[in-house]
T-cell receptor
Framework: KNQVEQSPQSLIILEGKNCTLQCNYTVSPFSNLRWYKQDTGRGPVSLTIMTFSENTKSNGRYTATLDADTKQSSLHITASQLSDSASYICVVSDRGSTLGRLYFGRGTQLTVWP | EADIYQIPRYLVIGTGKKITLECSQTMGHDKMYWYQQDPGMELHLIHYSYGVNSTEKGDLSSESTVSRIRTEHFPLTLESARPSHTSQYLC????????????FGEGSRLTVL
């Protein structure tokens, strides 16, 4: 069964600290893995998309890594800010393009305290 | 910022009412999607469209219906709302043939009393 599991379910950190969110998947075949940020009551916004051949991709203070062999990805947030408080969702596509099916994780709820 | 809009953002209605959630995008994307999301849960695909006059049901069974008469619009309709329909509804579109990157609207939060 194709699944995407994220950990931790929730995380609280102090402003300025770093954190790492985890995503494990069993989706096969694999085409790409995406990380989205979803603010409370808003729609998800794309942070990164990584294909099979990419093992790291950065977007400002966000750095995603991918190990396609172990089927694991992580999202590292550096020097956290209050605005980083949100749900971070890992999404895996099985065929890429617009024909692939998407498998969503339940997200990690990050809270940054001042 | 993605040019995809949902109206209304919030809606509180009584049981039995008919409602339509609007979704419009100005990016010329062929493919559009409706997802349902409950608190702390993953997004579930309820409808999708690959172009005008094309609509398909998603993975999660839904009593809602959709239409795609124009490329830009993908409205979702509930003929008779029930409390079990209370949820967040997210519309998305994609035009990237390589990655299929999704652009989401802000969502419509529906509460049925």
């Amino acid at each position: 069964k194709n699944q995407v599991e994220q950990s931790p379910q929730s995380l609280i950190i102090l402003e300025g600290k770093n954190c790492t969110l985890q995503c494990n998947y069993t989706v096969s075949p694999f085409s790409n893995l995406r990380w989205y940020k979803q603010d409370t009551g808003r729609g998800p916004v794309s942070l990164t998309i990584m294909t099979f051949s990419e093992n790291t991709k950065s977007n400002g203070r966000y750095t995603a890594t991918l190990d396609a062999d172990t089927k694991q990805s992580s999202l590292h947030i550096t020097a956290s800010q209050l605005s980083d408080s949100a749900s971070y969702i890992c999404v895996v596509s099985d065929r890429g393009s617009t024909l692939g099916r998407l498998y969503f994780g339940r997200g990690t709820q990050l809270t940054v305290w001042p | 910022e993605a040019d995809i809009y949902q109206i209304p953002r919030y809606l509180v209605i009584g049981t039995g009412k008919k409602i339509t959630l609007e979704c419009s995008q100005t990016m010329g994307h062929d493919k559009m999607y409706w997802y349902q999301q409950d608190p702390g849960m993953e997004l579930h695909l309820i409808h999708y469209s690959y172009g005008v006059n094309s609509t398909e049901k998603g993975d999660l069974s839904s009593e809602s219906t959709v239409s795609r008469i124009r490329t830009e619009h993908f409205p979702l309709t509930l003929e008779s709302a029930r409390p079990s329909h209370t949820s967040q509804y997210l519309c998305a579109s994609t035009g990237d043939k390589n990655t299929g990157e999704l652009f989401f609207g802000e969502g419509s939060r529906l509460t049925v009393l």
